[in-house]
């Protein structure tokens, strides 16, 4: 099971996370209303506990210059959230021991996963980033050959019934707990992990990235 909290911008917010128990943190370095910097996000990840996995996401952005953010801020994962070809994950793999790719359900790069050296699938909407749902019964089986993190327009009133039709490893939320943009809602973030972990516990058997 796997609950990553993304968009994160501030310290108290990422210790509030880790506390309700998130297994990962994302912070947003692509253009973005929740936008940060490496300077930050370095300060922020000194206080987090270290089974806490935190995540740097891009979109479109070279390797070398991935390289030089993960090295300055000590984040351990990495998520592609552009339409970035398989050779930026491969240059990656010896930097951080997690990388996440991010596709839409009808992304044509889904027919050659076998390319894409990563250590799961995030399932976003057609607009990704947009806080909308897409059409969960379009994941048939791609759930059964490679870890799927499902994101888009999640929240605790439907991550249960998501997780139940999908079936995913892991889920992925950002405007679902916020209470603005890059500010979380400490209600909604409790809920949607208490919700979330409840449900992934029922059809996880994976412990998840070391």
Wanted: hydrophobic letters at 45%; proline letters at 4%; glycine letters at 8%.
């Amino acid at each position: 099971m796997f609950i990553k909290i993304c968009g994160t911008t501030n310290a108290s917010d990422a210790l509030l996370a880790a506390s309700l128990g998130a297994d990962a943190l994302g912070f947003v370095f692509a253009e973005s209303k929740r936008q940060v910097n490496a300077e930050t996000v370095a300060a922020i990840v000194q206080q987090l506990p270290a089974e806490l996995l935190t995540i740097g996401v891009f979109r479109n952005e070279t390797a070398q210059r991935i390289s030089e953010i993960v090295q300055a801020t000590g984040l351990q994962g990495v998520q592609l959230h552009g339409t970035e070809g398989p050779e930026v994950a491969g240059a990656l793999r010896s930097v951080v021991s997690f990388v996440v790719q991010v596709f839409t359900i009808d992304d044509p790069r889904l027919e050659r996963l076998d390319d894409y050296a990563i250590d799961a699938v995030l399932l976003d909407s057609p607009t990704p980033g947009s806080g909308q749902t897409f059409d969960w019964s379009k994941v048939t089986d791609l759930q059964e050959q490679r870890r799927v993190v499902l994101a888009g327009g999640l929240n605790s009133a439907n991550v249960a019934d998501a997780i139940e039709r999908v079936r995913p490893w892991g889920v992925d939320v950002v405007s679902g707990v916020e209470a603005s943009a890059g500010q979380k809602d400490p209600e909604a973030l409790a809920a949607f992990i208490t919700v979330a972990r409840d449900a992934l516990s029922e059809f996880s058997n994976d412990p998840g990235p070391a």
